[in-house]
């Protein structure tokens, strides 16, 4: 056996979870058809444009999150807790990123998603995607709470993130992750938001369709929640929405991208 302190590049993770211990999550869950996202990506790939599948559900969840006011939300005060209402929805993004050598989870926060049409939430995606978390500006505090002893950065962590007035800018407003690349079909996570998408793979299954049984395109959808800022109606109202959102979405060419309906908002180029 051999031990040794954690790597400095998993700093940033311990402060975020030793953040979260008051969190009273719930976890609910779903399954989506996702035959209407499939359609639309493989009409929209022939015009010349790419979405990811979490550009999807950043896009559907945001404007679910904006008809919900009371979820798009963030709590603080153990004695006298305060709960303030976001009019902005903005999306903590979690990234399975490389940094100095060692594989690591960072975040970044989009903001004003429930204005953002697909292909300005596709660009931020791919700008976090693709840039170097080594230089990238927008991960300098990370880089900093790395560098700190951890009971400093447990108090530098603590400062950045408790006042609700930046909580939505450091934290977003609700929280996606990922694991449907590799063959998850689902998993339970706590984004440090009061509303946590986890995406799991998207997967072939039987599904019932006119009385008759029939394949699928599918894909698991979990949702946890903050238990002292909703209850569990109104988070499966949010799951609820997101899933129908998801469902419903329109397929056909790249010139329907600006139709009304689910997409309104999705930016013509």
Request: aromatic fraction near 4%; include cysteine.
């Given at each position: ?38 359609a639309h990506r493989t009409a929209a790939r022939e015009a010349g444009h790419r979405y990811s599948v979490v550009t999807y559900v950043l896009h559907t969840a945001a404007r ?53 049409g697909l292909d300005d939430i596709q660009r931020q995606v791919d700008h976090y995607r693709d840039g170097d978390p080594a230089t990238m500006p927008e991960f300098a505090g990370a880089r900093a709470l790395q560098r700190m002893p951890l009971p400093l950065g447990r108090l530098a ?113």
């Open positions: 056996m051999t031990a040794a302190p954690i790597a400095r590049q998993r700093r940033h993770t311990l402060q975020f979870l030793g953040e979260i211990r008051s969190f009273a999550p719930v976890f609910l869950d779903t399954e989506v058809d996702m035959t209407c996202v499939g679910v999150l904006a008809e919900h006011p009371e979820a798009n939300a963030a709590i603080t005060g153990r004695f006298r807790p305060k709960v303030a209402r976001y009019d902005s929805v903005d999306a903590k993004l979690t990234l399975d990123r490389t940094l100095d050598g060692r594989r690591i989870v960072l975040a970044a926060v989009l903001p004003g998603l429930h204005r953002s962590y603590r400062f950045a993130v408790r006042p609700l007035g930046r909580r939505a800018a450091r934290m977003g407003t609700f929280a996606v992750t990922s694991l449907g690349h590799r063959p998850v079909d689902g998993f339970h996570s706590v984004g440090g938001t009061t509303v946590t998408l986890g995406l799991g793979r998207i997967a072939e299954r039987p599904v019932v369709r006119d009385h008759t049984v029939t394949t699928a395109s599918v894909m698991r959808l979990s949702l946890a929640f903050d238990h002292r800022v909703i209850d569990g109606a109104e988070a499966a109202d949010v799951l609820s929405d997101i899933k129908d959102g998801l469902e419903d979405l329109r397929a056909g060419p790249a010139a329907d991208r600006s139709t009304t309906g689910v997409l309104a908002g999705v930016d013509d180029e």
